[in-house]
């Protein structure tokens, strides 16, 4: 074997700071016997079940190698922008960890108005 194989279990970090893991699944674009995924994702999958495709996780620490599946929470993709800042004009990530409850909670209340409206002008 090379002097560079990754064996089965290896992580790595990404350049989006999220940690990867070799996992026993063919990877789909070359057929290969093992592929990496995101460790948090496969960590929460594990004692949670699969992830809704409309669906993302967000870490409620801000810190993206903490891989912890307490530390991450599954939330609508839609809502993902407005924890960026784009909409309430704090970043999660970047907001005091006292902060972080509330921008959650202003997001998933403003999430809910927005859904409860379309599905009122649809009916």
Same mark, same amino acid.
């Given at each position: %074997?090379?002097?560079?194989?990754?064996?089965? *279990?290896?992580?790595r970090v990404s350049k989006d700071g999220y940690v990867e893991i070799s996992v026993d699944q063919v990877n789909p674009h070359t057929g290969?016997?093992?592929?990496?995924?995101?460790?948090?994702?496969? !960590?929460?999958? +594990?004692?949670?079940?699969? !992830? /809704?495709?409309?669906?993302? %996780? $967000?870490?409620?620490?801000?810190?993206?190698?903490?891989?912890?599946?307490?530390?991450?929470?599954?939330?609508?993709?839609?809502?993902?922008?407005? !924890?960026?800042?784009?909409?309430? *004009?704090?970043?999660?990530? +970047?907001? /005091?960890?006292?902060? $972080? /409850?509330?921008?959650?909670?202003?997001?998933?209340?403003?999430?809910?108005?927005?859904?409860?409206? +379309?599905?009122?002008?649809?009916?």
């Amino acid at each position: %074997l090379p002097h560079n194989t990754r064996f089965l *279990g290896h992580e790595r970090v990404s350049k989006d700071g999220y940690v990867e893991i070799s996992v026993d699944q063919v990877n789909p674009h070359t057929g290969f016997a093992r592929r990496y995924v995101l460790k948090h994702r496969w !960590l929460w999958e +594990q004692k949670n079940g699969p !992830l /809704p495709a409309d669906m993302a %996780l $967000k870490c409620r620490d801000g810190d993206k190698t903490n891989t912890d599946p307490d530390n991450w929470e599954a939330v609508p993709r839609a809502i993902l922008p407005r !924890l960026a800042g784009s909409k309430v *004009g704090i970043n999660y990530d +970047q907001a /005091p960890d006292e902060l $972080k /409850p509330t921008i959650m909670a202003i997001a998933k209340l403003d999430h809910a108005r927005r859904t409860a409206k +379309q599905r009122r002008t649809e009916a």
